[in-house]
């Protein structure tokens, strides 16, 4: 039996869960349930960051000891989780005393090999980041994550040698080509450490200025620097370094982080354990943010999605499908209600849903509720659908082991509409009313015993889901040790015939679109809009009026600049000469279709009268048209080169 160890970042508590660490987790639930029914024994690591500046802060605004503020919000992350079905097998809190215990071991281990020093030092301190930041780091004076200007700081601390072990880290990386997933964070973190000589870590802050940390075990006037304690919790929790737990998962650890703690994770927590004598973890996987119209969720912004009342809304499994199908991992991902219902009507409900219960209940039409014994003399539809079956779990299975969620379930779906389209072409009411019971036997069998696989392969994301249909193909309680996937997708079989099954099934009910409230229009409009309505024709619901056509003012015009945005994947930042004094700016979501190098010089279509609106930080004052196509995008433009700003009528 091989192992397998998955961990989550452990979440301040400086603020409830939102979508993004409900993203994380149901992440790293769905690939410890996928490992568990690939037969791995799989350990899962999540939990509470606790200490530090921010967490002080916070509590102090909130009227509390550090202590009660801690207890409170780690409580509303541990109460949440099995709401989103969660299976963890630990949940650790870096208050803990066995987390405080390896700190303070790793400590002492790391100062006594000399690669801890005490130094003064100057520098300008961000209280947001919990760090020491450069110049280089600045704009306009200010730390950009947190738009303020640091503090200047002089203090004595102590500092890790993480200079020392610069080149070991580089070579590793380079020897390991998915150390860190998916490559495009390899190369970020390449390309960090060409930037220079690292700095060595400041790991530890006065007493004097922040109390709330754990101690250093060689000078009791310091408490440990925040990160430097956070990374830790993922050995704690396995009991390095003597542990058995930890001689078993620690070679298969799999870190599950977004892009905003790449940098600790790529390059801290890799030389903290080399300086602790300690093998590197297997893999880094970095995901992407989710973003709601593009922008980056804030409290400020009133634009952050509560996981709970998502699941209250549409179930915890629609939600954990829809997460999990819709961002490419590792890409930024926009979350919108109208997609989530989108996704459970059309995949869930149409597909899944449909087809579940069009299966059970022709069983329970044509043979009472019982799996007919098939006699197995195939027709080529039926070769058909199972090598689409085995072709879709081996997908299914490849994919999902490298963490590429949304080309796993994509390649199973084509299964699940496979049989969608079986179940039409091989017309199971006209073999009954033939009475070719063989035949109508046999077709109904390939359905059920697929229906079976379906439901084990869709486990991993939709818990429940998955029992139920389990159950009611007649499997009794689901027991994941009891599965081993990769002896399932080239099997025929494996449902026995005879076995009662249940009448019928629906598993996920059509959900309506939620119904933007049309605003009032003011009372004088509103005379004037009924006048002329009483002379126009009235409008066909979901049609325009002409002249409102003739508003859209479009206009072709030449890419003279292209760039990527700073910070948003899908964003390109395009300049387009419209024959104006300035070129305008485009800020276009175009980035995953084209690079800056492909815009550039190319004629394009602009929406010119669009109200500017921002987005992500830059005014985009247009819209460049476009149009999908085989899963890309084309461009529109006119046949022939023509002269900018041209209008477009
Ligand atoms: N405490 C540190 C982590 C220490 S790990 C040793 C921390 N905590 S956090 O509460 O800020 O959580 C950051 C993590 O939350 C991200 O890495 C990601 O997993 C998740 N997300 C927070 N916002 C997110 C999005 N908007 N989108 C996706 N995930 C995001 O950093």
């Not at 390059?267 to 980056?296: C, Q, R, S």
């Not at 015009?557 to 910070?567: F, Q, Y």
Request: proline share 5%; aromatic share 10%.
């Amino acid at each position: 039996m091989s192992q397998f160890y998955i961990t989550t970042p452990i979440y301040y508590v400086n603020a409830k869960p939102h979508l993004g660490h409900a993203y994380s987790t149901i992440v790293a639930d769905s690939v410890a349930r996928f490992h568990r029914v690939m037969g791995d024994e799989t350990y899962f690591l999540t939990g509470t960051d606790e200490h530090g500046d921010k967490i002080a802060q916070a509590a102090e605004a909130a009227g509390q000891t550090p202590k009660e503020f801690v207890d409170q919000i780690s409580g509303i992350f541990q109460k949440l989780w099995p709401k989103l079905n969660i299976s963890n097998s630990d949940f650790i809190r870096t208050t803990q005393d066995r987390h405080i215990k390896t700190v303070q071991r790793v400590l002492q281990q790391v100062y006594d090999n000399g690669d801890i020093y005490k130094s003064e030092y100057e520098g300008l301190y961000c209280y947001g980041c919990e760090q020491f930041l450069t110049e280089k780091d600045l704009v306009d004076g200010k730390c950009p994550d947190h738009d303020k200007a640091p503090t200047v700081i002089k203090e004595t601390n102590y500092f890790f040698r993480m200079s020392k072990y610069q080149d070991w880290l580089k070579q590793y990386i380079l020897d390991h080509p998915d150390f860190i997933r998916p490559e495009r964070y390899r190369n970020e973190v390449l390309s960090m450490l060409d930037m220079g000589v690292l700095d060595d870590l400041c790991i530890s802050r006065p007493k004097t200025r922040l109390s709330w940390g754990i101690e250093l075990p060689f000078d009791t006037d310091y408490v440990t620097y925040v990160w430097f304690d956070a990374l830790l919790n993922y050995l704690t929790a396995i009991d390095a370094p003597e542990g058995e737990k930890f001689g078993k998962f620690w070679p298969h650890a799999n870190h599950l982080v977004a892009k905003d703690i790449l940098k600790p994770h790529a390059i801290f927590w890799p030389t903290m354990l080399k300086a602790a004598g300690l093998e590197p973890y297997e893999h880094l996987n970095v995901h992407g943010y989710w973003l709601v119209k593009d922008t980056k969720m804030s409290k400020s912004i009133g634009n952050v999605v509560d996981p709970l009342s998502m699941v209250d809304t549409y179930g915890v499994d629609p939600f954990r499908y829809f997460l999990m199908r819709e961002m490419r991992f590792g890409r930024d991902a926009s979350f919108s209600e109208d997609a989530l219902v989108g996704r459970l009507n059309a995949d869930l409900a149409n597909d899944l849903g449909n087809l579940f219960s069009r299966v059970l209940s022709m069983t329970q039409k044509y043979f009472g509720g019982v799996v007919p014994d098939p006699s197995r003399k195939h027709q080529a539809e039926d070769l058909e659908i199972l090598s689409l079956a085995t072709r879709s779990f081996t997908t299914f299975q490849e994919h999902f082991g490298k963490f590429e969620f949304g080309e796993a379930l994509e390649g199973l779906w084509e299964l699940v509409r496979g049989l969608n389209k079986y179940v039409d072409s091989t017309q199971p009411w006209a073999l009954a009313k033939a009475e070719d019971t063989e035949r109508l036997g046999n077709v109904m069998y390939v359905m059920l015993m697929l229906m079976r696989k379906v439901a084990l392969h869709v486990w991993p994301v939709m818990p429940d889901t998955a029992e139920k249909m389990l159950l009611q193909l007649g499997q009794g309680e689901f027991a994941p040790e009891s599965v081993n996937l990769t002896d399932e997708a080239d099997s025929f079989g494996r449902l026995e015939p005879g076995l009662q099954l249940a009448k019928a099934s629906n598993l996920f009910p059509r959900v309506e679109k939620k119904k933007e409230e049309p605003k009032a229009a003011p009372k004088k409009e509103k005379k004037k809009e009924s006048k002329k309505a009483a002379k126009a024709q009235p409008a066909e619901p979901g049609t325009i009026e002409f002249a409102d056509f003739q508003k859209v003012d479009m206009r072709v015009g030449t890419v003279v600049s292209c760039e990527r945005h700073p910070d948003a994947d899908r964003l390109l930042l395009v300049k387009v000469d419209l024959g104006e004094e300035e070129p305008r700016q485009v800020v276009a979501g175009l980035a995953e279709f084209f690079t800056p190098d492909e815009l550039m010089g190319r004629q394009v279509v602009v929406v010119a009268n669009l109200a500017p609106r921002k987005l992500r930080g830059y005014t985009s004052q247009g819209m460049i048209l476009a149009v999908r196509k085989d899963g890309g995008m084309e461009l529109l433009t006119a046949s022939g080169p023509v002269k900018g700003g041209s209008k477009v009528s």
